[in-house]
């Protein structure tokens, strides 16, 4: 009798090559695989990154749209790319794999940069430029064909750069194998490297492309960020001979259905006490690819949905159960993981709001301010982000080099400190940021008092714009600790076939919290109107004479109250527990 084939430890289950052939753990994957995703981040991050602090100009300067219209623009073309993460991110978890998803994506990105460049180009493609010499200045909005070839170019753009976000953080984690101790512990350094990538890619195309857009034209500036996406695409098809791919499984949202579904159809049955007597798949072989997830006590009446009644298979003496009937221990769990990941979510959303006032405010408090440096440059209104990102650039590889492996010899935790922990402490910061913001307003305004200069609307007061630094070092480290520890977070608590779905949701904070600044603006300036001005205290032109800083302060206390909601909901929460798998005792 033949002897059985004994396995290949170094084969990966549920994973194959770009050629379609079994992975292999000696052989793909690991830190030489990611190299190739960090670059492809940086790239792509550069030219998108460039777009969103200028494109305001563009559409006002060249396009001739108003302003308002404008920031509108703007904020829902960014709110649209960051929320596109998520179907990114499902279909790369359900149909087509992480790796293909991100190069179309890519692709689909890079056709939307040619048509801008391409209109930016040719002047029938936009309108005439302003004529401001007659009597009467003529300036014609762009409309009708050519507003339509802006829109389909932005919205491309937004599509394509919406998928990178939802696949690649994902693919590049699966490269390494959460299951192998030493691999797992190089999770972390990637999350930490891959926010490395984007900051270091932003804070080039905030600085190099913007002086392109600005002193070579649009057409130049629009054409860097055309070969900034081919280098990341070309990137990362150069590695493609060394990457794990995971196989999709098919689609999350139908298997958290189904697990409503059946729970509502057995809601009048009573759950067994012991776990044991839910239906569970016990034979590996049904699908190589899934992590068999224990049974917790949160969540019970979502059990109902593994009680096995009459009708609950598809055909009589068939073991393949109807999945709107009934859902195994580890499809529910897997529901009861992303319903208890929702208030973590919730609670990083006012951080982005934090981040939006640097994005938009504090850009406003810099164009009233010193912004020289030296006697022959001064700092670009655009590209006066790069203060918090220089701040990040330096900062992420002293944290992941210094501070983890410090943190370790006293927690014994793999990446120095929990993820949960992590996320917390970028919390505080962040309201420790907002306090300080509302003191360098209270500080410049002073300065605009001292020198009678609060309606002197088109000079720049006597304090320089480094003033600001004070508060983007402050939110830099904050920004560096939760929006890596929520991307890790999410990665290694989501289940298998959800994690870039999962990672996903770090892209929806921000664009949830981007939103609800807005309306936290208008809400503020409706309830102040008749207390301290007549038109609240962030209406009008002449940000000498708002009230930004009790506005800075305001966002101060919300954020406080923020993070002891989130202390309640962070000891709450209860990690999954895979079978087989021996997990650190505090891993989140």
Known sequence: MAESKKPDPNELEGFVTCEGKPARKDIHGGIHSTFFVYVMQLFDMLAFFAINVNLVTYFNGVMHMEISESATTLTNFVGTALLLSLLGGLISDSYVDRFRTTIVSAFI??????????????????????????????CVKVSGAKTAMLFIGLYLIAIGNGGVKGALPAFGADQFDEKDP???????TYFNMLFFSITAGSSIGVTAVVWVMNNSGWDAGFGFCVGAVSLAIISMVAGRKTYRIRIPEGGPLIRILQVFVAAFRNRKLSTPENPCDLYEIHDKAVNINTEKLLHTNQFRILDKAAISTEGSFQLENNMEPNGWRLCSVTQVEETKVIIRMMPIFACTILISTNLAQLQTFSVAQGLTMDRSMGKHFQIPAASLAII???????LTPIYDRLFVPFARKFTGHEAGITHLQRIGVGLVLSTISMAISGLVEVKRKNVAKEHGMLDALFNPLPISVFWLGFQDFVFGVADLFTVVGLMEFFYSEAPVRMRSMATAFSYTSLSLGFFLSSVLVNIVNAATRNITSSHGWLRGNNLNRNHLNLFYWLLAILSMLNFFNYLFWANWYKKKQVAGIQEDKDRV
């Open 109 to 138: 990105e890079l056709a939307g940069y040619i048509i801008l460049l391409t209109q930016a180009h040719f002047g029938s493609l936009k309108p005439p430029p302003c004529n401001l010499l007659g009597p009467t200045s003529v």
């Open 182 to 188: 030493k691999e797992r512990r190089k999770i972390s």
């Open 388 to 394: 918090p990102l220089a701040f990040l650039v330096i």
